[in-house]
């Protein structure tokens, strides 16, 4: 399943989108992967260790439709 990520700074400003293909079809599943890649510093499109200060737009693109969702900064950040 194709799905696309878009990183916004903390102020709301675009700052990148990516897709990813993944072979997860549940929508739970594909959030927490992100939530994941977050956490390791592992987001495409960013350095490693990047990404724990953006707010990320999740959005699985689903058979029949797609339901966007946001994961917000880790904090101690």
Do not use: A, C, R
Not at 10 to 34: A, F, P, R
Not at 66 to 74: A, C, D, M, W
Request: proline share 5%; net charge negative; no cysteine.
């Amino acid at each position: 399943m194709k799905v696309t990520v878009t990183y916004f700074k903390k102020s709301g400003k675009w700052y990148s989108s990516e897709e990813i293909e993944t072979e997860l079809d549940d929508y739970y599943g594909i959030i927490n992967m992100v939530k994941n890649m977050q956490y390791l510093g592992k987001l495409p499109g960013l350095v490693d260790g990047g990404g724990k200060e953006f707010i990320i737009e999740v959005i699985p693109h689903q058979k029949d439709y797609s339901i966007p969702h946001l994961i917000f900064p880790l904090e101690n950040n």
